[in-house]
Structure formats: structure tokens, C-alpha cells
């Protein structure tokens, strides 16, 4: 009787790799090979010198987020995949709002709703005005919603950056590939 967890979840990826023209669309397409969406992505530098970070989410069961990270990690330029569920990870996505500035007029009903969901105003410019909220998907969303009241012109989110929690398999692992850098060169 097996005890995994067949139950589909988000489940964050972490790819270091080298910074390899094509290596993103390698990984893509082992991803959708499998008709798995993405529902995020973002690509950094790590904190690694020479070493670059994808962090992917998706939306799969345990054994087939394994199976992913194992045939990523097989590609060329990917030095290592590990993969997180939210509870192992701190996270979060910015979004920006482009509003209309006549729904400021006269009202403290918009600069209320900028209060209630601790976003921020980035920019002020004659037609509209562009809102900042930091937070997860459901946060971004929940403001999304409130100002569709009042109109909106434009929205965007980025991806999940995450942070890992348990710090010591990525810390061992992040040492050896500094070590490795060295010795190279």
C-alpha cells in the first residue's frame, strides 16, 4: 500500500543552472511535453556567482512533480532541481494596476481600497494612476477584483519568487557548487 500523496497541489520548482541561451525552452517543453501548465515562471541570478535560478510553479501530484524535476535535471546546463511545496517556502508576487485617476476625484472610496489591501501608489500621471500590491496570487487578485468596480485600464502580475524554508540542503549544495566554481577557475 503506498502512502504518496496523488492529491495535485502546487509545487515550486527551483533550477540552478548556467545562464545558457535556449536552456528555458528546453525546460519549457519537458514541462509541456507532459501537459502540465506552468503557472508561473521567473528567472534571476541566484546568490551564487555564475549561477542562474528559474523558479517554476505548477500545479501537479508528488509523483509526477518528481518525475519533472528528475528530467530536468537531466538537461545540459541544469546543475540541480529541487522542488518545494508552499508550506516549505516563503513566497510572493507583485502586481501593478493602471486606473483611471477620475475614480480619485471627489472619493476616498479608491484610497481606502489602496489601504485595505496594503498596495502602494507607484505612479501619478495625468490619465491614471499605477498601484503596487505585493503579496500571493489570491491577494493580487482580491485587489484585481475591488478595482474592476471602478474600472481599470491595465494589469499585470509577475511570477513566484520563493524563498526555501529548510536551508540546509540548499545551503550544502549552493557551497559545493561555489567550490566547484573556484576550483574551475
Sequence with gaps: MSTENTEIQEYTLT????NK???????????????YNIESLTASPSSTEGIFRFTIMVRVTEEQVRKLAK??????????????????????EI???????????????????????????LAIEEEYIVIEKTGHQADTEALLDAFKDFGI???????????????????????????EYVSKN
Design 15 to 18: 533550477v540552478f543552472c548556467e
Design 21 to 35: 541561451t535556449g536552456l528555458l525552452a528546453r525546460i519549457v517543453a519537458v514541462i509541456t511535453r507532459r501537459h
Design 71 to 92: 528530467q530536468i535535471d537531466k538537461q545540459i546546463d541544469v546543475l540541480k532541481v529541487f522542488y518545494y511545496t508552499n508550506d516549505e517556502i516563503i513566497y510572493q
Design 95 to 121: 502586481a501593478l494596476y493602471k486606473i483611471p485617476i477620475k475614480v480619485f476625484y471627489n472619493s476616498k472610496v479608491i484610497e481606502n481600497v489602496v489601504r485595505k489591501h496594503n498596495a502602494r501608489v
Design 153 to 179: 485600464y491595465e494589469f499585470v502580475r509577475s511570477g513566484r519568487v520563493a524563498i526555501v524554508k529548510p536551508m540546509e540542503r540548499l545551503n550544502n549544495y549552493l557551497k559545493s557548487l561555489e567550490q
